[in-house]
C-alpha cells in the first residue's frame, strides 16, 4: 500500500513536475504551495491518475503548517513521503549591495519553512516507520561558494547538514532522508531570483542546456520508490556541461 506524499512548492518547477511523476506511480499527493490557482489546475490535471488534494500553504507560516497538517482528511492523512521543496533564491548582487528583507525571506522559505514542514510531518512519517522517506531539495549551491549566492547557498547547506543531522535521529524509525542537490536547473527559479525580469533569467540558461524540471522529478520519483532497506543521504544531479571553476584570485 503506497501512503500519501506531501510535495511543498508544487505551483512550478521542480515540485510540480514531482507531482506529475508520482502520480504516474500512483501516490496520492497533497499539493502544497501558496498560488492556489495553480495547485487546482495540477489538481485537476492528476484526477484521472490518483487522488490529490491542493492545499494552499505558505511554508514560513508555523501555525498554518502545523493546522494544515494535522487537520489532513483521509486518505491523505497517513503520509509516507515528504517533498521539501518549496525555496527560493533572492538578490543576486553581492551581500553588501542587497536589501535585508530578502536575505529573510529566503532564511524564512529555506531553513525556517522546511523545517515548520519537517516537524508538523515527522510523526506521520514516523508512524509509517518502513518505506517513509524525506527527500529534501538542496542544491550544488550548498558546498560550491560563488558570487551572490550567500544566503541561498548557506541555506542549501543548513538543508545538507539537517538532512544528515535528521538520519541520527531517525535511526530505528525505519524513515529515509535524502537531500537531493540538483545544478542549474531550468524553472521559474531565475525569474524570482532577478525579480521578474525575463532578460536576465534567460541569460542563465543561454548557450547551455541545463537539467529539465521533469529531469529532477524523476529522481524523486526513484528516491520514493527504493526498496525499504536502501537510504541514498545525498544525491548530487548536475547537467553534463556543469562542472567546477577555479578559485577566483584578486590581482592587483
Ligand atoms: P520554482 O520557482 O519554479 O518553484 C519554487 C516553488 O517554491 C514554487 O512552487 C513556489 O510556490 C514555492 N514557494 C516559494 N516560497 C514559498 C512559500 N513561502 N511557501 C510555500 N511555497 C513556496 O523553482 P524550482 O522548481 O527550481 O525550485 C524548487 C527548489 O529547488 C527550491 O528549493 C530551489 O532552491 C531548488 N533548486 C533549484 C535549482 C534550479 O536551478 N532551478 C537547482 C537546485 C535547487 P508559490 O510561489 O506558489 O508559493
Ligand atoms: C540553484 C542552482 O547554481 O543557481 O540551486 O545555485 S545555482
Known amino acids: 500500500m503506497q501512503g500519501a506524499v506531501l510535495i511543498t512548492g508544487a505551483t512550478s518547477?521542480?515540485?510540480?513536475?514531482?507531482?506529475?511523476?508520482?502520480?504516474?506511480?500512483?501516490?496520492?499527493l497533497i499539493l502544497c504551495g501558496r498560488r492556489l490557482e495553480r495547485l487546482q489546475a495540477l489538481a485537476d490535471e492528476l484526477s484521472e491518475l490518483t487522488s490529490v488534494l491542493p492545499l494552499q500553504?505558505?511554508?514560513?507560516?508555523?501555525?498554518?503548517?502545523?493546522?494544515?497538517?494535522?487537520?489532513?482528511?483521509?486518505?491523505?492523512?497517513?503520509?509516507?513521503?515528504?517533498?521539501?521543496?518549496?525555496?527560493?533564491?533572492?538578490?543576486?548582487?553581492?551581500?553588501?549591495?542587497?536589501?535585508?528583507?530578502?536575505?529573510?525571506?529566503?532564511?524564512?522559505?529555506?531553513?525556517?519553512?522546511?523545517?515548520?514542514?519537517?516537524?508538523?510531518?515527522?510523526?506521520?512519517?514516523?508512524a509509517w516507520g518502513s518505506g517513509a522517506t524525506i527527500i529534501n531539495i538542496g542544491s550544488t549551491a550548498a558546498g560550491n561558494p560563488y558570487p551572490g549566492s550567500h544566503v541561498y547557498g548557506a541555506s542549501k547547506a543548513f538543508v545538507q547538514q539537517f538532512s544528515y543531522n535528521l538520519r541520527c535521529d531517525l535511526q530505528g524509525t525505519g524513515v529515509r532522508v535524502t537531500d537531493l542537490a540538483p545544478g542549474i536547473a531550468e524553472t521559474e527559479f531565475s525569474l524570482v531570483r532577478n525579480a521578474g525580469d525575463s532578460g536576465a533569467a534567460d541569460k542563465v540558461y543561454q548557450g547551455t542546456v541545463p537539467l529539465t524540471a521533469d529531469d529532477v522529478a524523476a529522481q524523486v520519483g526513484y528516491i520514493a520508490a527504493l526498496p525499504a532497506h536502501m537510504n541514498i543521504n545525498r544525491l548530487e544531479v548536475v547537467p553534463v556541461r556543469q562542472a567546477w571553476g577555479p578559485y577566483a584570485i584578486h590581482r592587483d
Open 13 to 28: 518547477g521542480f515540485g510540480a513536475a514531482s507531482a506529475r511523476c508520482l502520480a504516474r506511480q500512483g501516490w496520492p
Open 57 to 126: 500553504l505558505d511554508v514560513r507560516d508555523a501555525i498554518a503548517v502545523r493546522r494544515a497538517i494535522d487537520e489532513l482528511p483521509d486518505p491523505f492523512s497517513g503520509i509516507q513521503v515528504l517533498v521539501n521543496n518549496a525555496g527560493l533564491a533572492l538578490a543576486p548582487g553581492p551581500a553588501q549591495a542587497v536589501e535585508l528583507s530578502d536575505l529573510h525571506t529566503m532564511i524564512d522559505t529555506n531553513i525556517t519553512g522546511l523545517v515548520n514542514v519537517t516537524h508538523a510531518v515527522l510523526p506521520k512519517l514516523i
